[in-house]
């Protein structure tokens, strides 16, 4: 048996091992050598105080790219992500007002405890998110067509909802979400840290995520087997709303305000930190860790931009061109692996 196996490993070509190496990590080595020339660019880009703004600002958009690479796991997608940030930021707002304003404002509401915003948030991301599961699990729609429309309807809502204003005068307890640090360290990343690590063990120690990976591999096949496909996509929407609602949360007690202009492009930034961090649009391949190296080098890039003051608008161009590249390595890797 042993024989059978050495003379197996040397029937590989020489340099299989070093390639496939190389293939399953070169995510985590762009990221470093980005690290090492923004550095160098940069004296700035290393200390600690950047670091930390750099994975602050980008919190609310990794936890949407959470949400969205279960998603596009399931062969799916999801435009409406940033939508869904603002409509939960701004309900959320309207009940976390101090009193003296809020008083001018809403006369009947008094002031209330701040797990009333919280529950909030998360509720009107997961409605938003059963929504769209359930329009494309039981119409057949495409998830393109139910999420743009979802991305247009949740932002006329938010705009109505607020009449086009601002939220503000939030309470000190809801803006410690946004502001506040746990040892040193600012709440949003630990909030982005502690649901990525439940979002890994949901994805990989569990039903929900087997069966992700199962639906997004071979939807039929899945069916067959007993999976009970329309399901678990409703559950995948509805779980990457409740990642939108807890962003909506970070990203208005950063601003003290909930505003219903959040989140514009915010979906795209998810959808391209997910693609660069290896989540296959084929369906059934991505990983977590991935997605956070993926969240990691677009912060990384756009905040080396910043310090060398590059424009915003060919800021635009180079995150256009990272996603279109992305794509690109990702169909190469599909049909060598075919």
């Known amino acids: 048996m042993l024989a059978k196996l050495l003379q197996a490993t040397s029937d590989q070509p020489k340099g299989a091992n070093t390639k496939r190496f190389i293939s399953k990590y070169a995510i985590y080595f762009v990221f470093i050598a980005m690290c090492i020339v923004m550095s160098i660019l940069s004296p700035v880009f290393l200390t600690v105080a950047n670091l930390l703004n750099v994975m602050t600002q980008m919190a609310s958009i990794g936890l949407l790219a959470l949400g969205v690479t279960i998603i596009i796991i399931t062969r799916g997608i999801d435009l409406s992500s940033g939508s869904v940030l603002a ?8 009940t976390a007002q101090s009193l003296d304003w809020g008083m001018r404002m809403y006369p009947n509401l008094p002031e209330l405890p701040i797990i009333v915003p919280i529950l909030v948030a998360l509720a009107v991301g997961a409605l938003c998110g059963l929504i769209n599961g359930a329009l494309i699990a039981y119409t057949g729609i495409p998830p393109f067509i139910a999420t743009l429309g979802m991305m247009i309807i ?82 995948v929407y509805v779980y990457a709303g409740l990642l939108a609602g807890i962003a909506a949360l970070i990203l208005t007690a950063r601003i003290n305000s909930g505003q219903p202009g959040l989140g514009v492009m915010y979906e795209l930034d998810a959808i391209a930190s997910a693609t660069v961090g290896g989540v296959s649009h084929a369906g059934g391949i991505g990983t977590i860790q991935g997605t956070i190296v993926g969240v990691m080098i677009m912060g990384v890039l756009q905040n080396g931009l910043d310090l060398l003051n590059v424009s915003a608008y060919w800021q635009q161009v180079v995150k256009g061109l990272v996603i279109v590249v992305a794509v690109i390595f990702d169909m190469k890797r599909q049909k060598k692996s075919k």
């Open 87 to 94: 409509v939960a930021a701004v309900v959320s707002a309207s």
């Open 154 to 235: 949740a932002r006329g809502a938010a705009l109505l909802y607020s009449d086009g204003r601002p939220v503000s005068s939030l309470i000190e307890s809801y803006q410690w979400i946004g502001q506040g640090t746990i040892a040193g360290i600012p709440v949003p990343v630990v909030i982005f840290l502690v649901m990525a690590f439940i979002t890994y063990i949901l994805l990989n120690y569990t039903r929900f995520g087997k069966y992700a990976y199962a639906i997004g591999g071979n939807e039929t096949a899945a069916y067959v087997s007993g999976i009970n496909v329309t399901k678990y996509k409703i559950l």
